[in-house]
């Protein structure tokens, strides 16, 4: 019987759900809105499924990648529509020409993000750009295994510990599954997303608003139109959170209210990457060091305007590892080979803060839990890069490093 005593122990995954002969496991919703899995001990029959298809008490091993590439999507649409070089639409693409079937990350009618699957080019646009949220994975292993038995080809993408979830869920390869993860900062909590969406919505359009997909605002219909976490508008490297509302007059005529904030300026997005309000499983990854199992991992391309500036434009360059030589190769990527590629993301989970700790048990917005509890931790990484840039120029650094080779 799974048993979570730690809730860095469950990435919620989903897969303990899925595999459950007897149905008798539920997601329940904690404070912050992440979903951990409740046993009704009644119905369990001790098979203990759950546990042997649990990524993180079954975590896969660290391994390398066989090739690493930079690539872009030549359609410049689709890579402006992109998070950044637009290189999941082609995978997808390949994978829907050949009749399959396509998994992603989405929003749902209240700008909840789910996962889901579509069969067509048109439904790839659902799953396109970053979802800086926690996704819920409902039954799509299941409905993935489904199509795998009937000899459809299956793209699935999703963070590194869904991929391992699906991997561990499957209990087998399948050589018509490709698997792509992301480079995964870490995930955040779905309930600071509704209550930043609900603060959000009252301070554009005035008024108090009561559901996210059609609140009434000071007698006015409005409707929140897209959401978009890496809007290129300002370009690539200066990604802005762009937010369209439709708000009726009450006349019938509609306007648009747009907010478009830059990274450093949007509130959520300094509180996500200042690792406020990240999964407590985000703080102890099982999938670092490609342990997942995927395939192919994507992610942006930071840094190529230094050592391949011919290929940088600013409308974003993919970084595409790719893990399984054997089992995958385009033809339809415009790819150049990178001798090494590393990024702490890859490698090493985020760390916890008492900052993080305190932004649940404030009162207040989220902007106020942010902006009281971001300073401190931006003082702490100035002096921890000050404290590294004295040791290396005073040869401090050095002198150490030849101290612990010597033992």
């Known amino acids: 019987m799974i048993k979570i005593d730690s809730k860095e122990k469950c990435c919620g ?5 899925q595999r459950c002969p007897k149905h008798c496991i539920t997601m329940v919703e904690d404070d912050e809105g992440f979903l951990y899995p409740k046993v009704d001990s009644s119905l369990c029959i001790d098979c203990s499924l759950c546990e042997k298809v649990c990524p993180v008490i079954n975590q ?11 690539a872009k999507n030549l359609n410049e649409e689709i890579r402006m529509a992109s998070s950044s070089g637009g290189i999941f639409t082609l995978l997808a693409e390949e994978i829907i020409a050949k009749s399959g079937v396509v998994f992603g990350a989405r929003f749902n009618e209240e700008w909840d993000v789910v996962h889901d699957y579509t069969e067509t080019i048109e439904g790839l646009s659902a799953f396109r750009g970053s979802k800086y949220v926690q996704s819920r994975v409902g039954k799509c292993y299941s409905q993935v295994e489904e199509f795998l038995k009937k000899g459809r080809k299956v793209l699935f993408s999703g963070t590194p510990c869904q991929i391992a979830g699906l991997k561990r869920f499957l209990r087998k390869e399948y050589d018509n599954l490709l698997t792509v993860d992301f480079v995964c900062h870490g995930v955040p909590s779905p309930g600071i997303w509704r209550e930043y969406l609900k603060e959000e919505t009252t301070r554009q359009c005035g008024g108090k ?15 929140i139109e897209s959401i978009s976490f890496r809007n290129k508008s300002l370009g690539w490297k200066k990604y802005s959170f762009a937010l369209t509302f439709s708000v009726s007059d009450g006349h019938g005529e509609k306007n648009s209210v747009l907010l478009s904030e830059p990274l450093n300026k949007n509130i959520f997005l300094r509180g996500f990457l200042a690792d406020l309000y990240l999964r407590p499983s985000c703080y102890a990854c099982p999938s670092k060091s490609f342990k997942s199992g995927s395939d192919i991992t ?9 050592v391949m500036p011919e290929i940088d434009d ?3 360059v993919s970084v595409v590892m790719v893990n399984d030589g054997d089992k995958w190769k385009s033809e339809t990527l415009s790819l150049w080979s990178i001798e090494d590629y590393r990024q702490y993301s890859l490698y090493k989970s985020c760390q916890h803060s008492i900052c993080g700790l305190l932004f649940h048990k404030m009162g207040g917005s989220v902007s106020l839990r942010v902006i009281l509890l971001e300073k401190p931790i931006l003082i702490r990484r100035k002096m921890r890069s000050l ?7 005073s040869g401090f650094l050095r002198f150490y490093k030849l101290i612990i080779k010597k033992k």
């Open 13 to 17: 995954c989903w897969a303990c759900v």
């Open 314 to 316: 600013d409308k974003g």
């Open 298 to 306: 994507i992610g942006d391309f930071w840094g190529v305007q230094h």
């Open 387 to 393: 404290v590294a840039a004295v040791a290396k120029y």
């Open 209 to 223: 608003n009561t559901v996210l997909s059609h609140p009434v605002l000071n007698g006015r219909d409005a409707r």
């Open 60 to 70: 896969g091993e660290p391994r390398i990648p066989d090739m690493v590439y930079a």
